[in-house]
Each structure stands twice: as C-alpha cells, then as structure tokens.
C-alpha cells in the first residue's frame, strides 16, 4: 500500500515564504505558516511575524506567541490571540498598552507594509468588493477584498454599489459609513504592479484605467481595475501613506 500526504503541510521552508516577509530566509529552516483564512499566504503576513521581526516587541518566537496569546492585540476591532492569523491589505492593528495604532498598505518595493494611522482612525477600513451575487430569498450578498460579506435587499442603497467600488465600514461593526464608487475623479490607491503603493485621481474608465498621479500631477499611468482600490471620493477617506 502506497502512503500519500494530503493536503498541505503544517510547516513552511523559509526559502518559500512571501519575498516581503521580513525575515532572514538562510537564519533556520522554517517559519510560521499562516493559517487559511480571509487573505491568501501570499497576500498578507502573519502575526507572529508582524510582532517579531517587524515591530520588534519580542525577539524570538516564543516571546512573540506569549504576547499574542495575551489578546491585547486587535485586528481590525477584534482581539486575535493566533500568532498564525494572516493581516493583509487595509486590516488595521490596535495595541493599546503599547498606544500603537497601524494600517497595512501596499508598497512598491515590499508589497506590504505598516503605517502608523491616528487612534481614531483604526475603526474604518476600507474593503473593496470584488463578488456581488443573489442569495436564497431575494437578498443580494457582496463580498469584499477581505472576506467579509455584507448582505443587503433589492432596492436598497447598498443593493446599488457594484463590484470595484468600495467601502467605507467601521470595524468590527461592520456599519457601512459611507459607499465609495469606481468612477472618474475617485481617489485609487494602487495595491499591485510598478505602481504599487501610489495614489491618484481617477482620469478615465475603460479597458484600463487611467490615473493621475496626486503627488506628481505630470505622472499619468494605466492600471487595470483589479488593482486599484478607491480610497476616498475628493481625498483619502483613511490615511493609506
């Protein structure tokens, strides 16, 4: 009888973790593995690490599961005591003992990166939907970038908003502040490619969209629709740099 491994190990190879994960890929064999959940492996990075080796509160794993086990840290409104949880694109961090209030943001060069934002910044988020679709009896679900689900009823205002446009919610509530939609003269933060981690003005909408750069208004580039996120209407509705 022939034994297989199912599914996918416990464990991951440093040399295969994410480029961006700031860890030293030749120090040890492995590192954290981040647990499935609303952000891919290669889309976010997971706490331990963020607690470690990013803002520097511990200095070696153990140290670092210790405080995460304490529940004082919050994503995105919500104590997570898993040093495996995975904290991806616009998810914020509160750490009120430590009075350390971040946002994850995209980035050029890191793809993801930590920034500080105000303390009464760190209920809203923005999500942007990426699935709009009907569900038994007549509602209408949209799902976000993030995994959360927003569910709504035909005719509603909520019922309008369409898939790239996006939304301003107050965590973890989830209560919907204010819709931001996929247009021209919208503010759109670049979340992939070389423009990674820019925000611009929303020029013109076709088979890409055309921004215009708001720190280098001589700099016009193209995106595609999936890797923009709107951030704001006239400005950024949250701080995203």
Known sequence: MIMTKKGGGR?????????YWPIAKRESKWTVKPRPGPHPIDRGIPLLIIVRDILKLATTA?????IIHQKEILVDGRPVYDHKFQVGLLDTIAIPKAEMYLRMTSDPTKFLRLIEIPEEEVELKVVRIKRKTAVKGGGIQLTGHDGRNFLTEPGADLAK???????????PSQEVVEVLPLREDAIALVISGRRAGRIGKIERIAEFVEVRDLEDPNLTYRALKESLIVVGREAPAIKVR
């Not at 153990?62 to 210790?66: D, G, P």
């Not at 908003?161 to 965590?171: M, P, T, Y």
């Open 11 to 19: 464990h991951l190879k440093r040399m295969k973790a994410p480029g």
């Open 161 to 171: 908003v369409r898939v790239g446009d996006s939304l301003l919610v107050k965590v």
């Open 62 to 66: 153990r140290e670092a599961k210790r």
